[in-house]
Nanobody, 127 residues
Framework: QVQLIESGGGLVQAGGSPRLSCAAS????????MGWFRQAPGKEREFVAA????????YYPDSVKGRFTISRDNSKNTVYLQMNRLNPEDTAVYYC????????????????????WGQGTQVTVSS
């Protein structure tokens, strides 16, 4: 079965640039796209980034475009989220996600389009 394990969260000062990692196992990592979502207290889970299986295509919402970068290393079965210029509004639990199908979900930003989830890693941005 697919397992996703996030790491790299913690307390960060505003303006900081942490990098999150997600290690995947249970299937051929390089055949599937990957994504990141986040969820702040009292809010719905929000799409943050997605990347195609070969890394050639990436997707971001306007809220993080230009500040966050998703990448992957298929030799390490790992996907990354580089976050820059963080502000307190970026405080949330960040989740790694993967679909059951080997293509980017048609509605990439919809959480229900993604089938596998990690346990999440907390990112807290202090002002």
């Amino acid at each position: 079965q697919v397992q996703l394990i996030e790491s790299g969260g913690g307390l960060v000062q505003a303006g900081g640039s942490p990098r999150l990692s997600c290690a995947a196992s249970g299937r051929t990592f390089s055949s599937f796209p990957m994504g990141w979502f986040r969820q702040a207290p009292g809010k719905e889970r929000e799409f943050v980034a997605a990347i195609s299986a070969n890394g050639a295509s990436t997707y971001y919402p306007d809220s993080v475009k230009g500040r966050f970068t998703i990448s992957r290393d298929n030799s390490k079965n790992t996907v990354y989220l580089q976050m820059n210029r963080l502000n307190p509004e970026d405080t949330a639990v960040y989740y790694c996600a993967a679909p059951s199908k080997a293509y980017i979900p048609p509605i990439v930003s919809r959480a229900s389009s993604w089938d596998y989830w990690g346990q999440g890693t907390q990112v807290t941005v202090s002002s």
